[in-house]
């Protein structure tokens, strides 16, 4: 069964850092562009991330950039998410998933069922 599993999150004070991992059943991951998403509360879904499938090109929203960094293991099928100088407005749920090209993954038009995500609460 395809599912895709976040781990990493935590609560953090403004400043701090986090690293955030996800994992995929199978090859779920194989050719495919990767996001990490996040969801703040009463909010939409929206990309903070993008790699594309062979990690050459990595594309960040403007909240982000400077501050994260995404990479992604091809043979363990993980990507991951290191963010640091954490913020207030960084708090919500963080998940990740696949798309056909980074274009696909910055509209968030998604391979794969969203996984349960994780909490990534900073406080100041």
């Known amino acids: 069964q395809e599912r895709l599993v976040e781990s990493g999150g935590g609560s953090v004070l403004a400043g701090g850092s986090l690293g955030l991992s996800c994992t995929a059943t199978?090859?779920?991951?194989?050719?495919?562009?990767l996001g990490w998403y996040r969801q703040a509360p009463g909010k939409e879904r929206e990309v903070v991330a993008a790699?594309?499938?062979?990690?050459?090109?990595?594309d960040y929203s403007d909240s982000v950039k400077g501050r994260v960094t995404i990479s992604r293991d091809n043979a363990k099928q993980m990507v991951y998410l290191q963010m640091s100088s954490l913020k207030s407005d960084d708090t919500g749920l963080y998940y990740c998933?696949?798309?056909?090209?980074?274009?696909?993954?910055?509209?968030?038009?998604?391979?794969?069922?969203w996984g349960q995500g994780t909490q990534v609460t900073v406080s100041s």
């Open positions: 998933n696949a798309a056909p090209s980074l274009g696909h993954v910055k509209s968030v038009s998604v391979r794969y069922p």
């Open positions: 790699i594309s499938w062979n990690g050459a090109t990595t």
């Open positions: 199978g090859r779920m991951f194989s050719g495919y562009a």
